[in-house]
């Protein structure tokens, strides 16, 4: 079975080349902007690699010579910067996934899976879980939100104009993974923040709205939805997220620090304020997402695809501040540098 991952060296395709690398029987491509060096480590050794930049429309020539012969397309880039310039995000969040599906049907692939996201969900409960039913509007105050409900339409038209590709679709919580800390310190942090504090110093509050309450999954277990889907062909929607829930007491735990309710407008405003000002990488929408996107149920991948997490909710973000306290690196990686700290 030939299996291409298109971004391949991200924080999730890292863990999708790590379950799908001993697979028996399974060879992989890699996409990606710019190819792993020569003798790098694993997962990356294993891997027939293809530099292509999905955001450019004359990447469907390229990305149709290397789907040739592929049994299934997992499609994962994703630009999360510079959010204070849309276009280019979208370039390659929408546009990419558009390049990425006319190539699918130019090779004759018959599998496309892709990366959606809770993000797609529009506002819905934080008491009860919704199923892949639950309208995917997105939230018109995020670009992540509304790119991926874009995307999600995207999909649907595919669905509709080319029912001889299987198409799926995981629709996974944030994804936590202590490798890529230095990856998510840049995106959401951005340099003017101290981070070497995070999880050593405890802290004397943690002042977070009370509708914070996510839901998250471990790389390494979304990479097990994903290698199942491809290996059991499966289709549709599936909703990714491991338990516990995470609320704000999780939070202040992990950090250390008391929880203190507050109020979601000033802490959306200071988020702006700082974003504003480019001392702050993370955008107000994602505090939007974090308060508004509903609770998922995961039966379905649970009971489909026979998927079960490992990795516990809070253990996840836990790791997670300790690869961003010791700006964690993945070894290898050209997207994600070589490894620092621990």
């Not at 874009?150 to 299987?166: G, K, Q, S, W």
């Not at 990856?183 to 995070?198: A, D, N, T």
């Not at 997220?241 to 950090?255: F, K, M, N, R, Y």
């Amino acid at each position: 079975m030939r299996v291409v991952i298109v971004g391949a060296t991200g924080n999730v395709g890292t863990a999708v080349l790590r379950r799908l690398r001993d697979e028996e029987g399974v060879d992989l491509v890699g996409v990606v902007r710019q190819v792993p060096p020569p003798g790098a480590p694993a997962p990356y050794d294993r891997v027939a690699w293809h530099g292509v930049d999905v955001a450019q429309p004359s990447s469907v020539a390229a990305l149709t010579a290397a789907f040739a012969g592929a049994d299934a397309v997992i499609h994962l880039p994703w630009l999360l910067q510079p959010n204070h310039d849309e276009r280019v995000m979208a370039a390659t969040n929408i546009d990419g996934l558009k390049h990425v599906l006319a190539a699918v049907v130019a090779a004759g692939v018959p599998q496309a899976v892709v990366v959606s996201s809770v993000g797609a969900y529009s506002p819905g409960p934080k008491r009860r879980r919704v199923d892949e039913s639950w309208p995917t509007g997105g939230l018109h105050s995020s670009h992540y939100a509304r790119h991926k409900a874009v995307n999600e339409r995207i999909l649907d038209r595919f669905e509709t104009d080319h029912p001889e590709v299987v198409v799926a679709r995981l629709r996974p919580g944030l994804v936590m993974q202590g490798v890529v800390g230095d990856e998510l310190r840049s995106l959401f942090m951005g340099p003017f923040i101290p981070v070497r504090w995070l999880g050593r110093v405890p802290l004397p509050i943690v002042p977070i709205p009370v509708r914070t309450v996510s839901q998250v999954v471990h790389a390494d277990d979304l990479a097990d939805a994903f290698a199942r889907v491809v290996l059991r062909r499966a289709s549709g929607a599936f909703n990714i997220a491991t338990e516990p829930v995470i609320g704000p007491q999780d939070v202040a735990s992990v950090l250390g620090g008391r929880w203190l309710p507050v109020r979601i407008a000033p802490i959306r405003g200071l988020v702006w304020l700082l974003w504003h000002l480019r001392l702050l990488a993370a955008d107000p929408g994602w505090i939007d997402i974090a308060t508004s996107v509903p609770l998922m149920s995961t039966d379905r991948a649970r009971e489909e695809l026979g998927w079960v997490p490992r990795k516990d909710g809070v253990e996840a973000v836990a790791e997670a501040v300790r690869g961003v306290s010791d700006r964690t690196r993945s070894a290898g990686s050209p997207h994600l540098g070589r490894t620092r700290g621990r």
